[in-house]
Nanobody, 127 residues
């Protein structure tokens, strides 16, 4: 059974940085997409970034490209999201999600394609 545990959220001033972690267990994750999504109050869950477990290829949402960096540590089964130049509009609950590429029907950027989620971690950026 896959288990995902996020950590690292908190309160930060605009322009600051945070690093989120997602500790994954319960699978080898070979052939998986390891992704971050976020959801602000009253808004739909939004794609943030994906890293492929096997090759380490990375993909970003338009709103975070150039400011956020996704990475992984295979030995620790952990995915990281380094967030820099944070803006108040980055305030949201950030979720880690995983899925095998073989299960995607509409692409890895859609939150509905994932069925394994962490509990989320709150990130609040003050102006």
């Amino acid at each position: 059974q896959v288990r995902l545990v996020e950590s690292g959220g908190g309160l930060v001033q605009a322009g600051g940085s945070l690093r989120l972690s997602c500790a994954a267990s319960g699978s080898s994750f070979s052939g998986y997409a390891m992704s971050w999504f976020r959801q602000a109050p009253g808004k739909e869950r939004e794609f943030v970034a994906t890293i492929t477990w096997s090759r380490g290829s990375t993909y970003y949402g338009d709103s975070v490209a150039g400011r956020f960096t996704i990475s992984k540590d295979n030995a620790k089964n952990t995915v990281y999201l380094r967030m820099s130049s944070l803006k108040p509009e980055d305030t949201a609950v950030y979720y880690c999600a995983v899925a095998s590429f073989g299960t995607f029907t509409r692409g890895f950027r859609r939150h509905s394609e994932y069925d394994q989620w962490g509990q989320g971690t709150q990130v609040t950026v003050s102006s």
